[in-house]
Nanobody, 119 residues
Framework: QVQLVESGGGLVQPGGSLRLSCAAS????????VGWYRQYPGRQREPVAI???????NYADSVKGRFTISRDNAKNTVFLQMSSLKPEDTAVYYC?????????????WGQGTQVTVSS
């Protein structure tokens, strides 16, 4: 089992910045993929930024150039630096950890953190 604890959400004005953190603990094996997703009310979670198993990074078109995902492997922590925030970025943000155990992929989710962009 892998436990994920997110932090860093909150209220910010349009144009502002926030940094989300997601600390993983438990039985962590390589290779693994980590990413951030967000969910609007009444809608499915959608990917925002993902560090894939091979280390490549993908961003949603809507956040390219504004958000940056990074990780500290020594601390098993992944970050999402969000800049130039817009009201449409308001959502609950979740981190996800996928890891392979042999041929089986296990997915773990954090509890979610609210990001509200409003003046």
């Amino acid at each position: 089992q892998v436990q994920l604890v997110e932090s860093g959400g909150g209220l910010v004005q349009p144009g502002g910045s926030l940094r989300l953190s997601c600390a993983a603990s438990g039985r962590i094996f390589s290779p693994y993929s980590v990413g951030w997703y967000r969910q609007y009310p009444g809608r499915q979670r959608e990917p925002v930024a993902i560090i894939n198993f091979g280390g490549s990074i993908n961003y949603a078109d809507s956040v390219k150039g504004r958000f940056t995902i990074s990780r500290d492997n020594a601390k098993n922590t992944v970050f999402l630096q969000m800049s130039s925030l817009k009201p449409e970025d308001t959502a609950v943000y979740y981190c996800k950890h996928d890891q392979m155990v042999g041929p089986i992929k296990f997915a773990y989710w954090g509890q979610g953190t609210q990001v509200t962009v409003s003046s």
